[in-house]
Structures are given as C-alpha cells and as structure tokens.
C-alpha cells in the first residue's frame, strides 16, 4: 500500500557540510534502499547475459519489420489500400515485440478500473486475461509517467477486441525518426512527429491527420471505409520529472492557475487542432490516468524506472494502474482554444485528485459497471501478455515467406530452363 511505503520513508540525505550540498552518494543510497521495485534481482553477469537476449531479440524483430516494410513499398504505386492493410499489419508485429519483451523480461502486474461511461468496456477473461470493447476510430489521452507509457497503451490496443494494435498513431518528438531502423519504421507507420513549434508542426499535423480520415477500401478498413485509428496524445508534453515539474509550476503562475501536484500542467494547442481536425470522423475521446505503484508522493517514475531497472535487474513496476473514462466529443467544447483549455485543465485535475487517492489508499477509483469478470470491487488485475505464444511468429512471417520465394524462383526458373533444354 502507499500509505505504507509513506510510513517507512527514510529520513533525507545527508548533507555535505564541506561543499553545503547534498551527498550524492547518500542520496543514490537512499534510493537504491527505496526502490519501488525491491532488491536488484540479478547480478551483473546475468544483467549482460539478459542484455544479449533483449538486444539479440528486439534488433532481430525490428530488422525483420523494418525489411518487410521496405519489400512492401511497391505496393503504394500499385493499390495504395493493400499498401496501408500490409503496413497495419508490420505495426502489429512491433505492438507483438513491444508485448513480448515486457512479458518475458519485465513481468508487470497491470491493475484497471474505469468510471461509469465505460460500463461494459472492460472484461476479465477466465485465462486472467483483459480484453477491452473501444470502438476502432477513437482519440487516447493519458498523463506522461515514463518514456515506456506508450509501451503499455500499445498493449491495450492489442486486447482491443477486434485488435488495433495495427492501427495506433503516436505523436513523437521530430528527433525519433532519425534513430536507425527503428525510426525508419515508425515513418511507415505514420506516426506524427513534432518539433513543439506550432508553426513548423501546424502544416504537418494537419497533412497527417488528413491522411487519417481518408477513406479506404482495403481488407482492414473500417465498416465506414474510414480505417480503424487510434490517435494516441501526452497533453502533457513530456514526462513527469523535476524539470517538468518546475517547468509546470512556472506555466502555471504566469497564466495564472493553480498548479497540479501529481502531473504537469496539460498543454491544449495540438489537442485542439486534432480534435478539430478529427472531428466529425471520431466520436469518442478516452482518457487514462496512469500510475506506477510504490512512487510516492513529490517522486516520480522515471527516476526508478528505467531500461536497465525494469529489463536487465528484474525492477519492474509493482503494479501499472490504469483508470479509464469516455468523453462523447461532440460535448467537447471546441468552439475556441480558450474554451478547450478550459475543459482539458479541469480534467487534468481531476486526474490530480485520482492520483492523490492513489496515493492516500493504494488504489485508483473503481466502479464496477466499468468491469465484467473483475473482482467484486470493480478492479481488473491482469498481466502484460500474448494471447498465444506462437503469435511471436507473426513477426517473421512475412519475410520468411519471401526469403522462401527468392529461393525457389531461381530453382523452378532452372528447371523450367533445363526442361526446355533436354
């Protein structure tokens, strides 16, 4: 519980009194005996060994997504809606890599619950399992934790029923795309990348978005012929942490507001513009509040959780706790950036408050209309996990099989040849 963790909370680090600074030493210390995560779990030996096995897997995947989006480019000059169905399908194998790395390396305990506008859209299956019920064109909103909340929106996206882990769309910063293959692939995934100028970013924003409302025949189109989207924002900007949060405080005193606690003053310019954008195409807006377990209160995640914590010591979160809600978009005020502003602060307060009774009790509010099969109070504790194992096979597949048809066309073109011949 937090209440707990508030409770046995060490005294604060000692203090340099030579240089009147605090000790770093001390203070690493502190937080290696705090860690939310527990004891490192492997030694250094074994760290390396599970570094090889990550690295070894995730580049195989990536490489293998990579090179079976660049065999598909044809496909763009030869139907454009086969083109966009065979990319949602390579997106899908990155959401099966993104799923499988967490499972194996990083065991995560993910708790759900949501409010009374998500009644019947959260069910527990007998295998322990979630499966959510969203529509297939929606716009995602939640708070910025740590650099991995994408990670776990994804994973929602894939127990969507029918899945749409092939057809998430993430607004990133410009600097990503340029990371080899990895970047690479998130360009054919039409992912939005931005350079937080309104200026510089308005124009593309607006070509990709428009690029989403286009109609598609195509086998994985949407019953409208509008493609299932899922439109993926961090209002926030970035991710909770010290300059974040001093940054936030800043922002707040000079329009005048008051401050949040747990999360950072939301930004509205690019939500107004997608929303209005997208409007008229999307009816819904959910929202997720995230919250990693055993942080407690003026902590923030990213400062226990990170790539080598979670993957390579055996750190994972405690517990990765989602509380969901569905906002009808038409009731939106979008009319002005003022109104909007004005709309998205007060729900990130809100979102304050449902941290903060977090923090006070050890749980997010639950109510239990949200949830079928859950616990008798309305929660749904699942894991980050495939459906079935051999869907990691997915992700080769399609290279396989060409790889298996470069190496039969010169063999059947010589027999074809020889026969001719004799």
Known sequence: MATETLRQRKP?????????????????????????????????????????????????????????????????????????????????????????????????????????????????????????????????????????????????AYTNQPRMHGHIYIILKESLKHV????????????????????????????????????????????????????LLFPEGTNASDNGRAKSA??????????????????????????????????YVYDCTLVYGGVGRAKFGQDFFTLRSMYLQGRPPPSVNMHWRRFVLNDIPLNTPEEFDLWLRERWYEKDALIEHYLTTGRLLADTAATKGATHDGYIDTEVKLTHWWEVGNIFVVLAAFGLIANLIPRVWNVVLYGKQS
């Not at 680090?13 to 004891?39: F, L, M, R």
């Open 180 to 231: 080899p293959i990895i970047g690479w692939g998130m360009r054919f995934y039409g992912f939005i990348f931005m350079t937080r100028k309104m200026t510089t970013d308005q124009p593309r924003l607006a070509y990709r978005l428009r690029k989403l409302k286009e109609v598609h025949s195509g086998p994985l189109s949407g019953t409208s012929g509008l493609d299932p989207m899922w439109l």
């Open 12 to 156: 604060a680090a000692a203090t340099d009194i030579s240089v009147g600074t605090p000790d770093k030493y001390a203070q690493k210390q502190e937080q290696e005996q705090e860690h939310p995560g527990g004891d490192i779990k492997h030694g250094g030996f074994v760290q390396i060994l599970r570094l090889v096995a990550f690295a070894t897997y995730f580049l195989a995947a990536s490489c293998s997504i990579c090179a079976t989006q660049f065999l598909g480019v044809p496909l763009y000059w030869i139907n454009k809606d086969l083109y966009y169905a065979y990319m949602a399908l390579t997106k899908q194998s990155f959401g099966i890599t993104v799923t499988t790395v967490t499972q194996w390396w990083s065991p995560t305990l993910v708790r759900i619950s949501g409010d009374s506008s998500m009644a019947g859209q959260l069910h527990k299956t007998a295998d322990g399992r979630v499966e959510c019920d969203f529509p297939d064109r929606i716009v995602l909103i939640a708070n910025h934790q740590l650099y991995t909340d994408w990670l776990y929106m994804w994973w929602i």
């Open 250 to 283: 800043q922002w707040a005193e000079k329009i005048g507001v008051k401050d949040m606690e747990h999360t950072l003053l939301p930004r509205s310019t690019g939500s107004y513009f997608c929303l209005n954008e997208l409007k008229g195409t999307v009816d």
